[in-house]
């Protein structure tokens, strides 16, 4: 039986179809935090909903983070004699891997990389003086990411906290083993919607993740009415 591993698949826009990039884990983490909270309805939302007389109103979706810590090894790479993967683990240890996952932080668009290219430009003594182009921060947009836990999980994320312990170098100081903390906070359809502006095939891509998971939920939910009966039948 072949064991699933986890990954995160984040997509570059491009002119034709977005490019996936994904990050599988080498290793799949012992445990994983799954953490749930109910949208923040704020002091006058909360009276609103208590004033129209229904106590369980809530304005959306709820929230929901992973937590998890994945490791990655070069050796294990290089035993496993996967071509490519062995290559780049042999070159750069798990530094590609890494940086993958740093991606996942910065803007792939918009204003701010104007900017960094204005400031390129700028240095280099390009453009003729031109400065930099500078715009408003929701100009700036991080990658559309999908956590993948196995077939029943596939949900849009967005990376809120990331630390990398690295271990173990090379003679070129590559790191060669590392400890990822991953935080990620999945995006509800409302959030999804507002980020159609800058790329609908993304966000479309990424709400049809968001259904199918939970409609795979709700089926679970469905099948335990199994247990749930014969609960009941214990107690009585």
């Known amino acids: 039986m072949t064991l699933l591993k986890g990954a995160l698949v984040s997509f570059t826009p491009t002119f034709l179809i977005p490019l996936p990039n994904v990050t599988v884990f080498q290793y799949n983490p012992e445990s994983l935090t799954h953490t749930w909270s109910q949208p923040d309805t704020g002091a006058s939302s909360a009276t609103a909903g208590t004033q129209a007389g229904n106590p369980l109103?809530?304005?959306?979706?709820?929230?929901?983070?992973?937590?998890?810590?994945?490791?990655?090894?070069?050796?294990?790479?290089?035993?496993?004699?996967?071509?490519?993967?062995?290559?780049?683990?042999?070159?750069?240890?798990?530094y590609t891997r890494l940086s993958a996952l740093e991606m996942l932080l910065y803007p792939t668009g918009g204003g701010a990389m104007d900017q960094l290219l204005g400031m390129a430009s700028a240095a280099l003594g390009l453009g003729g003086g031109t400065p930099p182009v500078t715009r408003?921060?929701?100009d700036s947009t991080i990658p559309v990411t999908l956590f993948v836990w196995g077939p029943f999980r596939?949900?849009?994320?967005?990376?809120?906290?990331?630390?990398?312990?690295?271990?173990?170098?090379?003679?070129?100081?590559?790191?060669?083993?590392?400890?990822?903390?991953?935080?990620?906070?999945v995006l509800t359809p409302a959030e999804l919607q507002a980020a159609a502006a800058d790329n609908d095939v993304l966000s479309s891509l990424a709400t049809v993740a968001y259904t199918y998971t939970l409609g795979v939920r709700q089926v679970g939910a469905l099948a335990n009415l199994g247990n749930a009966a014969a609960s009941l039948a214990g107690m009585f």
């Open 154 to 185: 596939i949900v849009p994320v967005r990376v809120t906290g990331l630390t990398i312990v690295e271990k173990l170098y090379d003679s070129l100081l590559n790191p060669v083993h590392a400890e990822v903390q991953l935080k990620l906070r």
């Open 57 to 94: 109103a809530v304005p959306g979706m709820p929230g929901e983070d992973f937590s998890l810590t994945v490791i990655f090894d070069a050796t294990q790479d290089i035993a496993d004699d996967v071509p490519i993967s062995a290559q780049l683990a042999d070159v750069s240890g798990v």
């Open 136 to 138: 408003t921060v929701p």
